[in-house]
Nanobody
Framework: QVQVVESGGRSVQAGDSLRLSCAAS????????MGWFRQAPGKEREFVAA????????AYADSVKGRFTISRDNAKNTVYLQMNSLKPEDTAVYYC?????????????????WGQGTQVTVSS
């Protein structure tokens, strides 16, 4: 059985940094791409970042490129999202998701398992 659990969300000030973690249970974690999405109140869930099976290929939304970094440690079954220079518009619930293949994807429909989300609030 696959479980995905995010952690690390909290309230911070604009300009601060924060690292989110995502632990995924189940067999063969290293076979699958992992992604981060976020959803702000009243808005649709949007793509943030993704990494392929070994982290050798990554992708980012234009809104976070240069500020956020996705990485993974397959030995720990964990993927991370390092967020720097946070802005109020980054405020959202952040979700971690696992795909069923090793290639990364940028669409919600490409991911099969989802965590419950972790709240990130950025105040000015």
């Amino acid at each position: 059985q696959v479980q995905v659990v995010e952690s690390g969300g909290r309230s911070v000030q604009a300009g601060d940094s924060l690292r989110l973690s995502c632990a995924a249970s189940g067999l063969s974690f290293s076979n699958y791409a992992m992604g981060w999405f976020r959803q702000a109140p009243g808005k649709e869930r949007e793509f943030v970042a993704a990494a392929n099976w070994n982290g050798g290929h990554t992708a980012y939304a234009d809104s976070v490129k240069g500020r956020f970094t996705i990485s993974r440690d397959n030995a720990k079954n964990t993927v991370y999202l390092q967020m720097n220079s946070l802005k109020p518009e980054d405020t959202a619930v952040y979700y971690c998701a696992r795909r069923s293949i090793g290639l990364l994807g940028r669409e919600r429909s490409e991911y099969n398992y989802w965590g419950q989300g972790t709240q990130v609030t950025v105040s000015s």
